[in-house]
């Protein structure tokens, strides 16, 4: 069973379009979290939740919208899509108590905006 | 307060040794290291807490020194397996719940 699971895997679309990325998590971690992956390999986050709640709301373009329905799940949504978000999202989760609370990502969404 | 990472990049030929080096301008409560293979995710190597430790596990490991705010990663007679880009992450010490990441070290291996 996948951990972090990301779907889809590939997106392809065009500009001003809306699109969704989902993701679920298996391994009953408390915190989830959504990064941005840019062509240079920088991984820069987005957003955190924690059962459920949002906790980190990076300064992120209001066109993004982040929901998580339980715990296990947190799903984006991107508005009028731009070239600019061309990029891999990567969905990643921890269990934030414990001295190993490292993260687990899921297998990344790449992006591509025409 | 994005963690400096050193080198960018390395080459080297199997079973040569690595240093990556991660160093921040904030106190820190953690750091982490990723290994992240082309076109995969990051995967988790280990994570290092405020007090100043050292682990490792198999040939890699890595130290955190809590009052440079910096931490090591090192890679032993490196194997192929090794390449990919590593990155370090840091928390501060206010718990802000939010890993920042590096900008990574490419590191190649050559047979």
């Known amino acids: 069973d996948t951990a972090v699971s990301q779907t889809p895997k590939y997106l392809v679309t065009q500009m001003g379009n809306d699109k969704s990325i989902k993701c679920e998590q298996n391994?009953?971690?408390?915190?989830m979290y959504w990064y941005k992956q840019d062509s240079k390999k920088f991984l820069k986050i987005m957003f955190s939740y924690n059962n459920k709640e949002l906790i980190i709301n990076e300064t992120v373009p209001n066109r993004f919208s982040p929901k998580s329905p339980d715990k296990a799940h947190l799903n984006l949504h991107i508005n009028s899509l731009e070239l600019g978000d061309s990029a891999v999202y990567f969905c990643a989760s921890s269990q934030d108590m414990g001295p190993n609370y490292g993260y687990t990502f899921g297998s990344g969404t790449r992006l591509t905006v025409v | 307060q994005q963690p400096v990472q050193s080198p960018q990049a390395v080459i080297l030929r199997e079973g040569e040794d690595a240093v990556i080096n991660c160093s921040s301008s904030?106190?820190?409560?953690?750091v982490h290291w990723y290994r992240q293979k082309h076109g995969e995710a990051p995967v988790f190597l280990m994570i290092l807490l405020k007090g100043g430790e050292q682990k490792g596990h198999d040939k890699i490991s890595a130290s955190f020194n809590e009052k440079k705010q910096q931490s090591s990663l090192y890679l032993t007679a490196s194997q192929l397996s090794y390449s990919g880009t590593y990155f370090c992450g840091t928390e501060r010490v206010n718990r802000d719940d939010k890993i920042i990441f590096g900008k990574g070290t490419r590191l190649h291996i050559l047979p």
């Open positions: 904030k106190a820190l409560y953690s």
């Open positions: 391994l009953g971690h408390d915190t």
